[in-house]
């Protein structure tokens, strides 16, 4: 009997489009649960959050693939180290912006949202890098498999968490639950 094989391209597709797919459940979950007003806030916090961490996106993961020693134990404690120091600085920066940002939008008591989101990068700064470092030989699954279950575990504590917790603290939940 013949083994049915999917090409690993397949793979990672699917896993993606199945993470990229969660993240609207979770958007329209927590649009249905907050109302427009609080999405607004919650797309503040989410913006905030991504412009930090575009910024500060120097790629020592994506390196850590591409380069010709990206196996040697000694790169990959560097990118560690650097990803670290990342997630600490981007945490510093939201902490010192928190305040300034939700007195922009309008929402001055909402700084502490912001400023607990700078814990999202810090604890993405700690992730171990070795999915990464398999994808050198073409082994996703890892990589795959972290990605595909922080977004299933985050979806679940969407829906459970906009049932108890107020306005868009939800979100700041989740976005921690989904970085650990």
Same mark, same amino acid.
Do not use: Y
């Given at each position: 009997?013949?083994?049915?094989?999917?090409?690993?391209?397949?793979?990672? *597709? $699917? %896993?993606?489009?199945?993470?990229?797919? @969660?993240?609207?459940?979770?958007?329209?979950?927590?649009?249905?649960?907050?109302?427009?007003?609080?999405?607004?806030?919650? =797309?503040?916090?989410?913006?905030?959050? !991504?412009?930090?961490?575009?910024? !500060? #996106?120097?790629?020592? #993961?994506?390196?850590?693939? &591409? =380069?010709?020693?990206?196996?040697?134990?000694?790169?990959?404690?560097?990118?560690?180290?650097?990803?670290? $120091?990342?997630?600490?600085? %981007?945490?510093?920066? @939201?902490?010192? @912006?928190?305040?300034?940002?939700?007195?922009?939008?309008?929402?001055?008591?909402?700084?502490?949202?912001?400023?607990?989101?700078?814990?999202?990068? =810090?604890?993405? *700064? $700690?992730?171990?890098? #070795?999915?990464?470092?398999?994808?050198?030989? &073409?082994?996703?699954?890892?990589?795959? %498999?972290?990605?595909? %279950?922080?977004?299933?575990? !985050?979806?679940?504590?969407?829906? =459970?968490?906009?049932?108890?917790?107020?306005? *868009? #603290?939800? @979100?700041?939940?989740? !976005?921690?639950?989904?970085?650990?």
């Amino acid at each position: 009997m013949a083994k049915w094989h999917m090409p690993p391209t397949v793979i990672v *597709g $699917l %896993t993606q489009f199945a993470v990229e797919g @969660l993240g609207l459940v979770r958007n329209v979950v927590l649009a249905r649960a907050l109302g427009p007003a609080e999405m607004g806030l919650v =797309a503040a916090l989410t913006l905030a959050l !991504s412009l930090v961490e575009m910024i !500060s #996106d120097f790629g020592p #993961d994506r390196l850590l693939v &591409q =380069a010709e020693d990206g196996d040697r134990p000694e790169f990959q404690a560097t990118a560690h180290t650097l990803l670290v $120091l990342r997630g600490l600085v %981007t945490a510093v920066l @939201l902490a010192l @912006l928190a305040f300034p940002l939700a007195t922009w939008i309008g929402r001055p008591e909402c700084g502490w949202a912001v400023s607990a989101m700078g814990l999202v990068p =810090a604890i993405r *700064g $700690l992730q171990h890098l #070795d999915g990464k470092r398999f994808q050198r030989q &073409q082994n996703f699954l890892p990589s795959m %498999t972290i990605d595909f %279950t922080a977004a299933v575990v !985050s979806t679940i504590a969407v829906v =459970a968490m906009t049932q108890w917790l107020p306005r *868009g #603290d939800a @979100l700041v939940w989740v !976005s921690l639950i989904q970085a650990v």
